[in-house]
């Protein structure tokens, strides 16, 4: 008597065992779409509902603090937020807070990937410990910024105390506050930065650098003519996820200032999180929210446009 093998004996019925049946559902494109579909569902879900609430919450009229249910207005909290001086306030204060971050942080990546790149002694340890920063919760960074900064025992006063500089309320000056929480983003994501030009950089092929040695080219020559437009996409990229990253930044800002002193570092999360959970005005809260994704759209649509989708590369 010959073994059949296991799951393909013929059903009494004639009609193909369940696991025939499985394993031609996943010949081919079956298996595609049966790997495929379902969590291409479940992420679409997790994305479209809570987008789809933020904004049918962006056209209601919806004060936590009042008896009256939420009321459907249309467009009217995004028509009062025109009209709204502190609005436009926030919205330059968040222009001034990710322009300031993003620069800084490609001009020091750039940099400190160009260092990395070069073979010297520790060069392996010196990247690992760069890294550090990456690892940290921005709400820790913040706390432990807001500690360094102390105007009576803060560190870094201390430090300045001793050549004679300060005290300095960095924290508390208007003035000072937004480039401090700059310099506190600048801290904590340039890592970030750095591996993504570093990846390029050491992707350059060898051959390229030796030849522009060979005809001479100097090294300022060859950042400018040689290595940035080959990197040109990379560092375009790098400012896409560092734009979007900014923008909603609010576990820094919040735990280091709060918005003040006054409404000095006050941004677009931290004035919607204010409607929202202060005044309880939750329709304008999500309305701002809006306002901030159209935003990050926008400006994520125009970089990407700078990349030629079929080559991959920087026109």
Known sequence: MTATPLGRQADPTGRP???????????GDGAFYLLIVPPFLILFL??????????????QEWNRASPVPP???????????????????????????VSGTVILQIIFG??????????????????ALYLVPMMCAPVVVGLMWRVLLQTDNGPVNRMLAVIGIGPIDFLGDPALAMPSVIGTDLWLSTPFVVIILLAALQAIPQEISEAARVDGVSPWQML?????PIIKPMIILATLFRTMDAIKRFDTIYVMTGGGPGNSTETLDLHAFA?????????????????????????????????????GSAK
């Open 17 to 27: 065992s369940r696991l025939s049946r499985v394993r031609q559902a996943t010949d």
């Open 46 to 59: 997790l994305t479209a509902v809570p987008l789809v609430s933020l904004i049918w919450t962006s056209m």
């Open 71 to 97: 009321d459907f207005i249309g467009l009217s909290n995004f028509t009062a937020l025109m009209g709204d001086a502190a609005f436009w306030k926030a919205a330059g204060l968040t222009a001034y807070q």
């Open 110 to 127: 750039l940099g400190i990937a160009l260092l990395f790149s070069r073979q010297f002694r520790g060069v392996g340890l010196a990247r």
């Open 224 to 228: 400018r003519w040689i290595i940035l």
């Open 275 to 311: 409607y929202a959970f202060t005044y309880l005005d939750v329709g304008k809260g999500a309305a701002i929210a809006v306002v901030m994704l159209a935003l990050i759209i926008a400006i994520s649509s125009l970089l990407l446009r700078a990349i030629d989708p079929t080559t």
